[in-house]
């Protein structure tokens, strides 16, 4: 049986637990289809959050898997996690236990993804145990606001994380009715309006330049030239491809919606180099073994390349997504046709795009130089002798 190591860390100020084993393929495939595992690029591990009926059931996937949970050198940690499972089964009384297991099933039910339920199911979580042995059927609004406060000063949540609890909180106000909780008067924090990080196209050529391994340099390009999110480029198979219609077929994206992505001539003789080269089966991005290749390595060598472009941006692979659309929009590509290519659900999120846009700020000039142009006519030594001091 292979071993694998749990141990206790604090990550984004909430406790989680870290599973660790040496590196295998099968055992980390069979890891990430536990619900509400996560990957940790901080701390380079697989982790989930520190509730104690996860715990429970991450320990039964592990046993299920034929994987051996060892106990480190001078750390008697099983004992510690199986009584601190017990003691946490008596805190939430049978009542809120099988409300929450109940809550589970409601939330696969509706197809949520498993990062969505892994967080709807965590906020409810620690919600029934924040509210000790009141009855499920008696708590109200006032509960969840006096929870909600708690953990955004307690845990440093951000807006969005917020803004995810809340709706969390919706969903369970919906599957459990007999409770007393009125979601309506609960307050939903406004998004934050951050605009998104954009490379410039010399920026992307550079990128592209000092990745010299041949496979990463066909993902960064793709990334880039059809706009791909991550998710959707790791699950591209070979049959997604329409070189004549120059056309990719983007199937069971985000909110499960099917759509086209444009293929850019340019990438040809790259695409076609990589095939011969790699030979990939299903997949057109495969790990070594045959199977989905990892977003953590994406972003780990996309790291590596732009330390060696010398960008200092804080990029990620989404980032090549947005750069993609900011350029469309810059060439005159109208919003309707962006919005379809990047299978947006609203105009509105693709109008995001409209607000980091050179083409247009390029023509603004600031007054400071409208002044200076108008006044330089009649004294033009004296304005350059004022604005350079």
């Known amino acids: 049986m292979t071993a694998v190591s749990l141990e206790s860390f604090t990550h984004n100020s909430q406790h989680c637990i870290a599973i660790k084993f040496s590196y295998n393929f099968e055992i980390k495939e069979y890891i990430k289809k536990f619900n509400g595992v996560r990957w940790s690029k901080t701390h380079r591990t697989f982790y989930i959050y520190s509730s104690k009926l996860r715990l429970e059931e991450l320990k039964t996937h592990l046993i299920k898997g034929n994987l051996r949970i060892i106990t480190k050198k001078n750390n ?25 297991r109940h809550y589970l099933e409601f939330l696969k039910g509706k197809r949520f993804s498993k990062s969505t339920i892994a967080s709807y199911s965590n906020f409810i979580l620690e919600f029934l145990r924040f509210t000790n042995q009141k009855p499920v059927n008696q708590l109200n609004e006032n509960d969840v606001r006096e929870y ?11 807006v969005s994380t917020h803004r995810q609890m809340v709706s969390g909180f919706k969903h369970f106000a919906y599957f459990y009715p007999a409770c007393a909780i009125n979601i309506e008067k609960i307050y939903m924090p406004k998004k934050d309006r951050k605009l998104p990080v954009v490379l410039s196209i010399e920026e992307i050529l550079l990128l592209i330049q000092v990745t010299k391994n041949l496979k990463h340099r066909v993902i960064i390009t793709m990334l880039y030239s059809s706009g791909l999110r991550i998710s959707e480029l790791i699950n591209l ?67 590596k390349s732009l330390k060696l472009s010398g960008i200092t941006k804080k990029v990620t692979p989404h980032t090549l997504r947005h750069s993609y659309a900011t350029h469309m929009l810059e060439q005159g590509i109208g919003i309707r046709h962006i919005q379809e290519l990047l299978g947006h659900s609203r105009p509105e999120t693709t109008m995001i795009y409209t607000h980091v846009t050179r083409k ?11 002044a200076i142009n108008k006044l330089s006519l009649q004294d033009n030594s004296n304005m350059k002798n004022i604005i350079s001091g």
């Open 237 to 303: 198979k070979l049959s997604d491809f329409d070189f004549k219609r120059k056309q990719l077929h983007i199937q069971n994206s985000k909110g499960r919606k099917d759509r086209y992505a444009t293929i850019a001539e340019s990438t040809y003789p790259l695409i076609k180099n990589y095939y011969k080269t790699y030979k990939p089966n299903t997949y057109f991005i495969e790990n070594p073994k045959g199977g989905k290749y990892s977003p953590e390595s994406i972003r780990a060598f996309l790291k």
């Open 76 to 100: 008697n940690y099983i004992s510690r996690i199986t009584k601190d499972v017990k003691i946490e089964l008596k805190s939430l009384n049978k009542e809120k236990t099988i409300v929450y």
């Open 148 to 158: 909600i406060e708690w953990a955004v000063s307690s845990l440093n949540y951000s």
């Open 360 to 370: 247009d700020l390029e023509l603004i000039k600031s007054p400071l130089d409208t």
